[in-house]
Nanobody
């Protein structure tokens, strides 16, 4: 059984940085970070497979790092802007063809809220 627990969200001012954590256990396979604003679809922003791939919307500002010893996947976020305000989710075990689609992942964490003020 896969378990995912996110942490590290909070409130920051525009231009600030945050590091989100996803503590994971089990056979996670490909993992990813998503975000969702109420009323909108969940957006894939970074994927960790053999390589790390970032969505165009966050390229150059966000990236994935990993603590292999302690099984923690991080999302390093810099240059945060108000439009980055969202609930951020960790996902695991790719079962579909599109790595940036929420429908392609079997397991999800509970989410952690990020709020960016101008």
């Amino acid at each position: 059984q896969v378990r995912l627990v996110e942490s590290g969200g909070g409130s920051v001012q525009a231009g600030g940085s945050l590091r989100l954590s996803c503590a994971h256990s089990g056979d996670t396979g490909v993992m990813a970070w998503f975000r969702q604003v109420p009323g909108e679809e969940r957006e894939g922003i970074a994927v960790r497979g053999i390589h790390i791939t970032n969505a165009d919307s966050v390229k150059g500002r966000f990236t994935i790092t990993e603590d292999y010893k302690n099984d923690i996947l991080y999302l390093e976020m810099t240059g945060l802007q108000p439009e980055d305000t969202a609930m951020y989710y960790c996902a695991a075990l790719l079962v579909g063809p599109d790595r940036f689609s929420p429908a392609s992942y079997r397991y999800w964490g509970q989410g952690t809220q990020v709020s960016v003020s101008s």
